[in-house]
Nanobody, 115 residues
């Protein structure tokens, strides 16, 4: 099993920045693809960005050039640096880990961007 704990959410004005963290209970180097998802009220959960075990990132078009995903093998933590935030980025953000054929989710962290 893998336990995931997100942190770093909060309230920020449009144009501001936040950095989300996802701490893992296992060595992050043993985990396959990890990702950040988000779910806004009344909407389905959607992929924001993902990163493979070798560090290759993938971004959805709506965050390209604004968000940066990374993983730190020493700290066993994945990050999402969010810049130039927009009100439409408001959502609960979840991290996900793929390990031994199963998907594991964190509890989520709220990000609210005011206009």
């Amino acid at each position: 099993q893998v336990q995931l704990v997100e942190s770093g959410g909060g309230l920020v004005q449009a144009g501001g920045s936040l950095r989300l963290s996802c701490a893992t209970s296992r060595r992050i180097s043993s985990i396959n693809t990890m990702g950040w998802y988000r779910q806004a009220p009344g909407k389905q959960r959607e992929l924001v960005a993902s990163i493979t075990s070798s560090g290759s990132p993938y971004y959805r078009d709506f965050v390209k050039g604004r968000f940066i995903i990374s993983r730190d093998n020493t700290l066993n933590t994945m990050y999402l640096q969010m810049n130039s935030l927009k009100p439409e980025d408001t959502a609960v953000y979840y991290c996900k880990a793929e390990y031994s054929g199963f998907n594991y989710w964190g509890q989520g962290t709220q990000v609210t961007v005011s206009s």
